[in-house]
């Protein structure tokens, strides 16, 4: 990875909420050579270390303590790498644990595609700064859906890799077992030569080739998103497969019932976990976290440990259940949020059920630790909502190849 001699830039963090910037948006390293990447910029959530830079994770507490990272994240280096110009770090919710994007401390990054509404989070700084068109491509992280919300509210390409695909090393943690590098793009076309720069290889090679032939619709997942959001996905999927010549099938991957049953094992051991990960500076610390993120944490606190075992089962089960459904040839699809993004002024009531919707919607690629990318193929009254396209666990080029195929 590539190091510089430690310093601190003058700029500091200081948000930019037009632009969901908050180191930036400016120059800060050139990539390397003449690499796939060369000539596009990109941002970086405020989880990922760069060299020089103090990573502040959304939290002034956690600012205050950190030290110029000595060597830049494992993704950052990656992309760098491959060509691209690192244009600085961008707006998350506080430490990674929220899914709107409204930070108390800093702001909420304002959503181009649906002014006066939120962006997403906890990656809403990355959304926002590919959505304006300040960069075509932003590195995020996803754990509950922190990559794929936001790029359906902000009407965006989002990607969630397979788990363990995409080196985390340099990165803020939340919840071990769920975390990933998310990534935005403004055109398949520079998703995939991010993906080509930080994918690890298969483990099991030869199992990618098959092209995607049908497209499974998820009766069950459509059932947990508003009805006009599901009217329209189904609109803009049935549009899509005709004109590309693609196998439409009604499905079902849990049933109604079981969908809610993977969200309540996802969100327990997600809950374990991040106390796991971060109660000891919590507790030593006492951050002045916002309402939301606050009482999240507390929740954490007290919530059971689930064991490993238990855990790996689930994951067991549930990747099984995805392999068998998709076979060689077929991709899942559902809508990526249970609604268009919500209005700034919520109240509490209604924040708890957009999130628990959109738990239930991300949770099969986050418990199972499958791929999922996000297209912008809908809409609800003029405001953007995204598709989402799961497949087999290491379906990641498979995903990519099928959307350099049909998507214009």
């Not at 005709?242 to 969100?267: N, S, W």
Request: proline fraction near 7%; include cysteine.
């Amino acid at each position: 990875m590539l190091s510089v001699k430690p310093r601190l830039l003058p700029r500091g963090h200081r948000a930019d909420l037009g632009t969901g910037f908050i180191v930036g948006p400016t120059l800060l390293e050139h990539g390397a050579g003449d690499g796939p990447l060369k000539g596009v910029t990109f941002a970086a959530k405020d989880l990922f270390d760069v060299a020089g830079e103090r990573t502040g994770a959304g939290s002034p507490e956690w600012l205050q303590e950190a030290q110029p990272a000595v060597y830049h994240s494992s993704a950052v280096a990656g992309l760098l790498g491959a060509g691209a110009d690192l244009w600085g770090k961008t707006i998350t919710d506080e430490l990674a644990f929220s899914l709107a994007g409204t930070n108390v401390h800093y702001g909420t990054p304002c959503n181009p595609r649906a002014p006066g509404r939120i962006p997403g989070g906890s990656s809403a700084g990355s959304a926002v700064a590919v959505a304006t068109g300040t960069v075509p491509l932003a590195l995020g992280t996803d754990t509950a859906g922190s990559t794929r919300v936001p790029a359906s509210y902000c009407g965006i390409i989002g990607f969630r890799p397979t788990f363990g695909r995409i080196s985390l090393a340099g990165t803020v943690p939340l919840a071990p077992s769920f975390d990933t590098v998310g990534i935005f793009a403004d055109s398949i076309r520079v998703l995939s030569g991010a993906l080509t720069a930080l994918l690890a290889p298969r483990q099991e090679e030869g199992e990618g080739s098959t092209s995607v032939k049908r497209l499974i619709l998820s009766l069950d997942l459509f059932g947990k998103a508003d009805s006009r959001v599901s009217d329209a996905v189904l609109e803009a999927v049935y549009r899509f497969a005709k004109q590309r010549g693609l196998m439409l099938e009604h499905g079902e991957l849990l049933g109604p019932a079981a969908v809610d049953a993977c969200r309540d094992a996802f969100r327990a051991r997600q809950l374990s976990e991040v106390w796991q990960t971060h109660g000891d500076w919590i507790s030593g610390r006492r951050p002045n976290f916002g309402p939301g993120v606050a009482a999240r944490f507390a929740m954490a606190k007290t919530a059971p440990r689930v064991e490993d075992a238990t855990f790996a089962g689930q994951r067991r089960r549930l990747e099984a259940v995805i392999t068998a459904l998709l076979g060689e040839d077929a991709i899942l699809v559902f809508p990526a949020t249970g609604g268009p993004a919500p209005l700034l002024d919520l109240d509490d009531d209604e924040k708890e059920r957009v999130r628990t919707a959109n738990f239930a919607l991300n949770s099969p690629a986050s418990l199972g630790g499958v791929p999922q990318l996000v297209l912008p193929l809908a809409e609800v009254d003029g405001l953007p909502v995204g598709v989402a396209f799961l497949g087999r666990a290491g379906d990641d080029e498979r995903l990519i190849e099928f959307a350099r195929c049909h998507v214009d």
